[in-house]
Structures are given as C-alpha cells and as structure tokens.
C-alpha cells in the first residue's frame, strides 16, 4: 500500500507546495494534481517535479476532451522527463456541464475516446509513427493534403508511462480494469464498493494483458486528524455537496448516481435538491 495525497484546486498550492517536502521526507509517495476548471494541472505538476526529488506526481486527472490525444501524450512524455520518470498520467472524462460549457467540446462518447485515447499515447511513447484509424480519432486529418504520420521527435524517460484511469461508471470501470494500470474510484467505500464495481472490475480484468501487471487501486478518501470529531466532519461536507449535488445537472451527475448505487439515494436527493436550489461557489 502506498500514502498519496490530492491537491485542492481551489487555492492554497503555493504553500501545499511548500509543505511538500516535509510531507515527502515523513513518506508520502505520491501527490495528484486536478484540473477542473481552476489552474490547469500541467503547470503545477512541473512546479512540484522541481521542488521534489523522489515524491511521485500524477495528474488527477486531465480531461480527455481538454487536449487532443498526440498533445496529451507529449504532456505526459514531458511531465516524465522533468521528474526523471516520475510521473503518472491520470486520465477521466470530467462531465458534460464542464466539457461543454468550459471547454466548448461535445461530450460523447467517453468511454470508446478514453479507450481510444490510450491506445494513441502508448504508440506515442513508442515513437511509432502516428497512423492511427479509431472510430473517434483519425490521425492523420482524413482529407488532408499536407498532413502525415510523424513521430515524437525526443525519446521518452519510458515507453510505458502508467496511466490510471478515473471512473465510476460499470463500462469505463471494466475498460480501466482492462486497459489501464491503475483505478481511481472517487468516494471508494470498502463496504459497499462491491455492489457498484465488483462486476465490472472482473469483466475488465478478465480482458487484460498480464504485461500490465496487476491492476492498481487508487482509494481516495478523506482524512482529517484532531480531537473534535464533528468538527472535522464539518471540514468535510462542502466538498460532498459539491459532487453530490452540484458536479451535474438533474439525471447527470455521476457522483449522485454512485452514492445511491451505495444505497444512499434519499440522502443523496436532499443533498442535490438544497445545492440546487442555493448552489455553492469556489469565489
């Protein structure tokens, strides 16, 4: 098992940042970095590499619609070769409020372009020339009469950055199970992870190639350390409400979805009916 920890997007980075070497001297292994529609992770992620010597950094995740695929897999080839081979590409599809609103993108499709998505960064990191035929990507431009199959000029800290994959849903769960090195399931609760994931974990790995190795699990959960248990308890409820109740609209929030898979469905309608009604904000 391995100590990590997430950075808020929020605010604060400058001194988390600060506080990071003491965290990594005491053992922390790995920090992820998020990208909602705050700061942009990349940026961050080359400041931490800089400040640090052994801590490995991840993104938490880039949005898949926010770059195109050859633009993420040189990201992910430059973040690794700054921390000298350090880095972990999380990868995750984010929601249509932010893909379509922030981004101006389409959300579609998000389970067959991550799939896609992957496919193309490893054949990047391999310097292969990118000739590649998806439903959803196609690169070269069809039609173009000047576009053509290059590769990565520079050579790659490694041919197999590990990428891990953020999903909730039971097809991008088994895909990341299939493809990926790593799961990242948000609010992942021991006791009911199995009624929401155990069958599409085991339909992915059934599917996975052993050279992937076995399949990381990223379980992120809240701690908070002090003598006063309601209080931190307190410290902790905005940022439930905030994806429970706000990170979607009505039928299409995934984090709303997840938490009555678990069984909460009445707590979690009365968490989404009071944001909605009066929704928070980050200012």
């Known amino acids: 098992m391995r100590v990590g920890m997430t950075l808020g997007y929020a605010g604060g980075f400058s001194q988390a940042v600060t506080e990071l070497a003491d965290f ?3 053992g ?20 931490i590499a800089a400040r640090t010597t052994r801590l490995q950094i991840a993104s938490g995740i880039l949005p898949i619609y926010s770059r195109t695929p050859a633009l993420t897999a040189m990201t992910a080839a430059g973040l690794d070769h700054v921390s000298g081979g350090r880095f972990t590409l999380g990868l995750g599809t984010s929601g249509p409020q932010v893909i379509e609103g922030w981004h101006g993108v389409k959300y579609d499709a998000p389970v067959g372009r991550t799939r896609e998505l992957i496919e193309i960064c490893r054949m990047v990191w391999r310097r292969e020339r990118l ?17 053509k199959p290059l590769k990565l000029i520079n050579h790659p800290e490694r041919e197999r950055i590990p990428i891990v994959v953020a999903a909730l849903g039971p097809k ?4 990341a199970a299939e493809l990926a090195e790593g799961w990242q399931p ?7 992870a199995a009624i929401a994931w ?9 599917k996975r ?27 902790v409820r905005p940022f439930f409400a905030l994806y429970i109740g706000g990170m979607g609209a009505r039928g ?32």
């Not at 922390?28 to 400041?47: C, H, N, T």
Request: hydrophobic share 45%; aromatic share 16%; glycine share 6%.
């Open 24 to 26: 990594e001297r005491a």
């Open 28 to 47: 922390l292994e790995i920090i992820f970095v998020p990208e909602a529609y705050s700061f942009d992770a990349v940026s961050q992620l080359g400041f």
């Open 131 to 147: 000739d590649y035929k998806g439903r959803y990507y196609r690169l070269p431009l069809e039609g173009s009469e000047l576009g």
């Open 172 to 175: 991008n769960v088994a895909m």
């Open 186 to 192: 948000i609010f992942y609760f021991p006791e009911q």
């Open 198 to 206: 155990d069958a599409p974990l085991a339909e992915g790995l059934a």
């Open 209 to 235: 190639d052993p050279s992937l190795g076995p399949l990381d699990v990223i379980a992120e959960a809240p701690l908070a350390i002090g003598e006063d248990a309601a209080q931190l308890r307190d410290f």
């Open 252 to 283: 299409r929030n995934f984090y709303y979805d997840l938490a009555c898979r678990f069984g909460y469905e009445e707590a979690a309608t009365a968490i989404q009916d009071a944001y909605l009604i009066r929704p928070a904000s980050f200012s």
